[in-house]
């Protein structure tokens, strides 16, 4: 079960996490707030960690030698302009961008797990059961968003 508001996605739409039951049988009730990445915010994370590289080369004739006579072939490459924290940057700024909110216990202790960057990391890397859920959520969210384009344009 989950609230949806197609009205403004980078508020975050509520995910709960556990069944209507068990919330009435005394568990506290726990949701995640996603919204999907708007094309701005992915290319500002793309600029941030990713370079992209031109090459124009010369095509080869089928025997191997250059065919002067062709047009140059552009060619294009992405990647990452730290290859290694890149990818730790990627997902920790896409993942930070996702995850708008939350309310989570600590098995552990039963208090509220802050939402914060670092708990948002933490629990994305750490925590198997957290990144399904969320991930869940962003793919329920995108065709709840499909659905809703579609029945527009019919209209």
């Given at each position: 079960m989950f609230e949806l508001s197609l009205s403004n996605l980078k508020e975050g739409t509520r995910f709960f996490l556990q069944p209507e039951e068990e919330v009435l049988k005394g568990r506290k009730q726990m949701y995640v707030e996603v919204c999907a990445l708007s094309a701005s915010q992915s290319k500002a994370i793309d600029d941030q960690t990713m370079k992209e590289s031109?090459?124009?080369?010369?095509?080869?004739?089928?025997?191997?030698?250059?065919?002067?006579?062709?047009?140059?072939?552009?060619?294009s490459?992405?990647?990452?302009?730290?290859?290694?924290?890149?990818?730790?940057?990627?997902?920790?700024?896409?993942?930070?961008?996702?995850?708008?909110?939350?309310?989570?216990y600590?098995?552990?202790?039963?208090?509220?797990?802050?939402?914060?960057?670092?708990?948002?990391?933490?629990?994305?890397?750490?925590?198997?059961?957290?990144?399904?859920?969320?991930?869940?959520?962003?793919?329920?969210?995108?065709?709840?968003?499909k659905v809703i384009k579609d029945a527009e344009v019919k209209n």
């Open positions: 031109v090459e124009f080369v010369q095509p080869k004739k089928e025997n191997g030698k250059l065919n002067p006579r062709a047009a140059l072939q552009r060619i490459s992405s990647d990452f302009i730290n290859p290694k924290d890149g990818p730790a940057l990627r997902n920790k700024l896409m993942w930070d961008a996702m995850i708008t909110g939350w309310l989570l600590d098995n552990d202790t039963g208090k509220e797990i802050p939402c914060t960057t670092e708990n948002k990391i933490k629990l994305m890397n750490e925590s198997p059961k957290f990144a399904i859920a969320v991930s869940d959520c962003l793919e329920s969210l995108t065709e709840s968003t």
